[in-house]
């Protein structure tokens, strides 16, 4: 069984910022790509940063410079750096992980459950 445990939302000032984690844990062979997608009311889950298990980044242009993706693969654990955060930034934010199981599965791909961030303005 594995498990994506998120931490660090919260409410914060415009203008702030927030540290997201996410731990992975379970019956982990290897994990491939990790990132953070986000998700406000009425509207789709969008990428907001990934990471390879290279350490290659990618982020939504929209979110350049703002955001800093890093991970620690003895720890299986991804980090959202966020600075200069905006209202419109606050969303439930969720980690994703693909993930082999075993050295014979493909990779798969997991979900933590989300955490809430929201900026006052």
């Known amino acids: 069984q594995v498990q994506l445990v998120e931490s660090g939302g919260g409410l914060v000032q415009a203008g702030g910022s927030l540290r997201l984690s996410c731990a992975a844990s379970?019956?982990?062979?290897?994990?491939?790509?990790m990132g953070w997608y986000r998700q406000t009311p009425g509207k789709q889950r969008e990428l907001v940063a990934v990471i390879t298990s290279g350490g290659n980044t990618n982020y939504a242009d929209s979110l350049k410079g703002r955001l800093t993706i890093s991970r620690d693969n003895a720890k299986n654990t991804v980090y959202l750096q966020m600075n200069s955060l905006k209202p419109e930034d606050t969303a439930v934010y969720y980690c994703h992980a693909g993930i082999r199981v075993r050295i014979s599965a493909g990779n798969v791909p997991y979900w933590g459950q989300g955490t809430q961030v929201t900026v006052s303005s």
């Open positions: 379970g019956t982990i062979f290897s994990i491939n790509d």
